[in-house]
């Protein structure tokens, strides 16, 4: 059974800084990962998405790197902005071949940047 | 902008009550999800469907909760009747395929009392 842990769950540090979100899960037969963030009373939004094909994908200040074999996924946030704070979900999708049909969540890294 | 549409956005209702939420997926997404959040649970996949059909609800309480797509752009999840237990915010997520990004509607908050 796919298990999905996102330690620390929670994470202070002042603006400006670079910063690590970990992701990590049991099963390493996953189809791709997804990041997502989810701010107070609102929606998630998807991040990023890696195929699991792929290593890392990135979009502006973010970049996600996938290592299959070890189970883990990381959220690099560079130069990190107050608006930057939120909570930041990892969940994994497995194959179309598997009898699993359930994209597992993990419970999420509440981040807080600091002005 | 194309986005997940669900409504009500707040539902408060006795226990006992009828409460059903609806979603507008994303015009061509074929994938649907409906998810509830909790503090303590986190996300829970209550039931997924694909070009409408019902693919897994292993999830939901079927006493209880059904789900159902009467077509492309309606999906809805009903409680009948609702316990204090169930509240939680619900969201639906849309997609296209398995390769596709998932999005999320800004999520149903049910209060039941």
């Known amino acids: 059974k796919q298990e999905v842990t996102q330690i620390p769950a929670a994470l202070s540090v002042p603006e400006g800084e670079n910063l690590v979100l970990n992701c990590s899960f049991t099963?390493?037969?996953?189809?791709?990962l997804q990041w997502f963030r989810q701010d107070p009373g609102k929606g998630l939004t998807s991040l990023l998405l890696?195929?699991?094909?792929?290593r890392e994908q990135t979009s502006g200040r973010l970049n996600a790197s996938l290592d299959k074999s070890s189970g883990r996924s990381t959220l690099y946030i560079a130069a990190s902005q107050p608006g930057d704070s939120a909570t930041y979900l990892c969940a994994v999708r497995p194959p179309p071949y598997s009898s699993a049909s359930k994209i597992i969540f993990g419970s999420g890294t509440r981040l807080s940047i600091r002005p | 902008d194309a986005r997940v549409t669900q409504t009500p956005r707040h539902k408060v209702t006795e226990m006992g009550q009828e409460v059903t939420m609806r979603c507008q997926p994303i015009l061509g997404h074929n994938t649907v999800f409906w998810y509830r959040q909790t503090m303590m649970q986190g996300l829970e996949l209550l039931a997924y469907f694909r070009n409408r059909a019902p693919l897994d609800d292993s999830g939901m309480p079927k006493d209880r909760f059904s789900a159902e797509m009467p077509d492309a752009t309606l999906a809805t999840l009903k409680i009948q009747p609702s316990e204090p237990r169930d509240s939680a915010v619900y969201f639906c997520?849309?997609?296209?395929?398995?390769?596709?990004?998932?999005?999320f509607g800004s999520g149903t908050q049910l209060s039941v009392l």
């Open positions: 997520a849309s997609g296209y395929g398995t390769d596709e990004k998932l999005f």
């Open positions: 099963d390493s037969a996953i189809y791709n």
């Open positions: 890696i195929q699991s094909s792929q």
